[in-house]
């Protein structure tokens, strides 16, 4: 069984229920899901004053247990078309991994939000992608397998690259059913390439 960490940074409660998502992929494909988060840098008071999400449950992760795990499902929403900074900042502090190749050969995707339809996505989600690939991380995308990559039929989010979803300029759009599907197919695609690689 591979387990699988589903790591994530969420200021206002998008990527925390995408995040939920990928861990019930990760399950559905008969891996151990654990549920984790960044830390926040911005000042509580600043973040109570911007309506933030500070509620969530998930403990917080430290950089130097990534080594335990069997693959990687990392979430952030978009800065300007990059990972957030407290995504940034905590992946900053895998130099030691990095430096004993802790992390080679092991399966890692990526999954975002974004305000607009295209606010940068695709970007933030290889931006996440240059990171795992400096690992020597095997980067695992969103295949057009899941049809909801395909349909027309709504707005929606999600890019071969990864899971994604859309939570307006104001935040109150939801992660839809269909993005949620999609991050679960990618949770479950991730946790089955896991368990041919760990052999």
């Not at 290889?126 to 707005?155: A, K």
Request: glycine residues 12%; charged residues 20%.
């Amino acid at each position: 069984m591979a387990k699988i960490l589903v790591l994530y940074y969420s200021g206002w409660g998008h990527i925390e229920q995408m995040a939920k998502a990928a861990c019930e992929g990760v399950r559905e494909a008969g891996g151990e899901a654990v549920l984790k988060r960044v830390p926040e840098l911005v000042p509580e008071d600043v973040a109570k004053q911007s309506y933030m999400k500070l509620d969530q449950d998930a403990p917080i992760a430290s950089p130097n247990e990534l080594a335990d795990y069997d693959g990687f499902l990392i979430g952030s929403p978009t800065r300007f078309g990059n990972m957030a900074a407290q995504m940034r900042n905590f992946l900053d502090q895998t130099g030691g991994l990095w430096a004993k190749g802790a992390l080679v050969g092991k399966p890692a995707g990526a999954f975002t939000s974004t305000a607009s339809q295209h606010g940068g996505q695709e970007t933030t989600l290889t931006s996440m992608h240059t990171t795992f690939l400096h690992h020597g991380m095997v980067v695992v995308g969103l295949p057009y397998t899941t049809p909801d990559l395909t349909n027309l039929d709504e707005v929606s989010g999600g890019t071969p690259y990864g899971a994604s979803t859309l939570a307006a300029g104001d935040g109150s759009r939801q992660p839809s059913e269909a993005e949620l599907r999609m991050m679960r197919f990618q949770a479950a695609h991730l946790t089955r390439i896991a368990d041919k690689l760990k052999g």
